[in-house]
């Protein structure tokens, strides 16, 4: 069975809102830009390698349609580009990247994608969606890469909806410019 990975640059008060700074209006946005380190900059090229599809939100696909297509180069560009992207959107009527595929309803199509053949699928931002797949358990791991900065607010993937979520700690490394990565499975 494929797993769902999902992966969040995230600040110490939980917000995963506009880490490079354009995605939304936020007043701090781009704060993730400030804590690039290399090391970390190779595991976010292999934790790529390790999948062969993409599962997005509406918003983050809309913000990558209008970026990675124009883009060549085989860390990011090439995967993104090649890779099967599944779109979970109610409203969206077509995508226009290559190999796209809209997807209405979370629980039941993503349920079905997981026990399709191929390799594992990869959550990139899309806080919604991720709150979705979190409440009906289809999230097998969280990869979360912890910025040492407080925004103030923002979007969030935890809720105050007071369900319980236990995870494991699977890794964690600690970067010299202050960034922890933080790797949990999730006990469903």
Not at 35 to 64: C, M, N, W
Not at 104 to 121: F, S, Y
Request: hydrophobic share 35%.
């Amino acid at each position: 069975m494929r797993k769902i990975i999902v992966t969040e640059f995230i600040t110490l008060d939980g917000v995963v809102e506009a880490p490079g700074g354009n995605e939304t209006t936020h007043p701090n946005g781009g704060w993730q830009t400030k804590f690039r380190h290399p090391e970390a900059g190779k595991y976010k090229i292999d934790e790529l390698a390790s999948v062969d599809a993409l599962l997005l939100g509406r918003k983050t696909y809309d913000q990558f349609a209008t970026y990675w297509p124009t883009q060549t180069g085989p860390g990011f560009a090439d995967p993104i580009n090649q890779y099967p992207k599944y779109i979970v959107s109610k409203s969206l009527q077509k995508a226009e990247w290559n190999n796209c595929h809209i997807i209405r309803d979370v629980e039941k199509e993503v349920a079905a994608l997981k026990q399709a053949a191929g390799g594992n699928i990869l959550v990139y931002g899309s806080a919604t969606l991720v709150k979705s797949l979190l409440h009906h358990d289809l999230v097998d791991e969280l990869h979360l890469l912890l910025h040492p900065v407080v925004i103030g607010g923002g979007l969030k993937i935890f809720d105050d909806d007071r369900e319980l979520k236990k995870f494991e700690l699977k890794s964690s490394r600690s970067y010299d410019n202050g960034l922890i990565l933080l790797e949990y499975l999730t006990n469903k």
